[in-house]
């Protein structure tokens, strides 16, 4: 009977540390879902796992399509942070249910409030900027000053731009209307399809390659792609880029159009203490530094400085306002975009 007891409580002492070691194994994890290329994520990763001990199962996909497995997974979903690009991404996903809402001293402390959303749910990581590229040899710089003046008759069949599907250009909308109003905005898309040099076509990229082709004098575009084209190894466009200045719409009221790449917790995180820890750490200095130097994007916080390729492009006047108002008026900027004939 001692005998049997004994291995009675061997067994469940077996147990019991198998049970202990399989949650210490499973904790110093996270999983996370980003819709950031690899490249431009997984040295970060790579460093927060070499800092802490904590390894990263990293799966990468299309946002949509990633926001998609979050709905069908549910519960039984691994993820634990979602990374995805676009503040109107991120509203989708909280609306979507399939975030938690995070309070952190740390990131309340160094994200500004305009990029991360006023309920928690998901924080703001990187900034990139949506301005007006134009060619060097047939646009002076004089000629130029507004989002609005895009659709002056002078700029007829001279403006590329990407298509009404693109997140990009709704977020683009999605601030106008919260400046100027639904009716003004559609007036002012109306009229910019009038000043479209074709049908859109292609993404940011393409737009600056048309407009240095000759196709358009006009081409907008996210700052971080402009970037990767001026530092890039193809030659094609590096040359296209050479011939493109950029300037800086709306300096003189509510400032340039910016956007953000955000992270979020999952709502059914298994490791949430790892979510938030990896969070923070994508926040720090020197992550927000090699944002700058690496994704031609500008940090998120105020204390760290642009590359200085960023820098060469000169200072600007960003739009204040709260970049979850981009998520708010999503559904709007699409039906608007439609009814202009925005394709």
Same mark, same amino acid.
């Given at each position: 009977?001692?005998?049997?007891?004994?291995?009675?409580?061997?067994?469940?002492? =077996?147990?019991?540390?198998?049970?202990?070691? $399989?949650?210490?194994?499973?904790?110093?994890?996270?999983?996370?879902?980003?819709?950031?290329?690899?490249?431009?994520?997984?040295?970060?990763?790579?460093?927060?796992?070499?800092?802490?001990?904590?390894?990263?199962?990293?799966?990468?996909?299309?946002?949509?399509?990633?926001?998609?497995?979050?709905?069908?997974?549910?519960? @039984?979903?691994?993820?634990?942070?979602?990374?995805?690009?676009?503040?109107?991404?991120?509203?989708?996903?909280?609306?979507?249910?399939?975030?938690?809402?995070?309070?952190?001293?740390?990131?309340?402390?160094?994200?500004?409030?305009?990029?991360?959303?006023?309920?928690?749910?998901?924080?703001?990581?990187?900034?990139?900027?949506?301005?007006?590229?134009?060619?060097?040899?047939?646009?002076?710089?004089?000629?130029?000053?507004?989002?609005?003046?895009?659709?002056?008759?002078?700029?007829?069949?001279?403006? =590329?731009?990407? +298509? +009404?599907?693109?997140?990009?250009?709704?977020?683009?909308?999605?601030?106008?209307?919260?400046?100027?109003?639904?009716?003004?905005?559609?007036?002012?898309?109306?009229?910019?399809?009038?000043?479209?040099?074709?049908?859109?076509?292609?993404?940011?990229?393409?737009?600056?390659?048309?407009?240095?082709?000759?196709? =358009?004098?006009?081409?907008?575009?996210?700052?971080?792609?402009?970037?990767?084209?001026? +530092?890039?190894?193809?030659?094609?466009?590096?040359?296209?880029?050479?011939?493109?200045?950029?300037?800086?719409?709306?300096?003189?009221?509510?400032?340039?159009?910016?956007?953000?790449?955000?992270?979020?917790?999952?709502?059914?995180?298994?490791?949430?203490?790892?979510?938030?820890?990896?969070?923070?750490?994508?926040?720090?200095?020197?992550?927000?530094?090699?944002?700058?130097?690496?994704?031609?994007?500008?940090?998120?916080?105020?204390?760290?400085?642009?590359?200085?390729?960023?820098?060469?492009?000169?200072?600007?006047? $960003?739009?204040?306002?709260?970049?979850?108002?981009?998520?708010?008026? @999503?559904?709007?900027?699409?039906?608007?975009?439609?009814?202009?004939?925005?394709?």
């Amino acid at each position: 009977m001692i005998y049997s007891s004994f291995r009675s409580i061997l067994a469940v002492a =077996c147990i019991l540390t198998s049970v202990s070691v $399989s949650a210490n194994t499973t904790s110093a994890e996270v999983n996370v879902y980003s819709a950031r290329k690899e490249a431009l994520i997984k040295p970060l990763l790579n460093r927060f796992t070499k800092e802490t001990g904590i390894k990263v199962n990293l799966v990468t996909g299309k946002a949509d399509a990633l926001l998609k497995r979050l709905q069908t997974e549910g519960r @039984n979903s691994p993820a634990d942070v979602l990374i995805t690009t676009d503040a109107g991404r991120l509203h989708r996903a909280k609306q979507a249910n399939v975030l938690q809402p995070v309070q952190s001293a740390t990131l309340q402390q160094i994200i500004p409030a305009s990029y991360r959303d006023p309920d928690g749910y998901w924080y703001g990581l990187s900034v990139r900027a949506r301005p007006v590229f134009y060619t060097k040899d047939r646009v002076n710089a004089t000629d130029l000053s507004t989002y609005e003046q895009l659709a002056d008759k002078q700029f007829k069949g001279q403006i =590329c731009i990407r +298509s +009404s599907n693109n997140i990009y250009n709704q977020s683009l909308v999605a601030s106008m209307i919260k400046a100027n109003g639904i009716e003004k905005t559609e007036l002012w898309a109306k009229q910019l399809v009038e000043n479209m040099a074709h049908p859109p076509r292609g993404g940011d990229r393409d737009q600056i390659r048309a407009a240095a082709s000759g196709e =358009c004098t006009i081409a907008i575009a996210n700052t971080y792609y402009f970037g990767a084209m001026v +530092s890039g190894k193809k030659q094609k466009d590096r040359t296209a880029a050479s011939k493109m200045a950029l300037f800086w719409p709306n300096q003189n009221d509510r400032g340039t159009h910016v956007n953000i790449s955000g992270a979020a917790i999952t709502k059914h995180a298994s490791h949430q203490a790892n979510a938030l820890l990896l969070i923070e750490f994508l926040a720090n200095k020197p992550s927000q530094k090699w944002y700058a130097e690496t994704n031609y994007e500008y940090p998120v916080r105020n204390d760290v400085e642009a590359s200085a390729l960023l820098k060469s492009w000169g200072e600007f006047k $960003s739009d204040a306002l709260n970049l979850s108002i981009l998520g708010q008026y @999503n559904a709007e900027a699409v039906k608007l975009m439609d009814r202009a004939g925005w394709k």
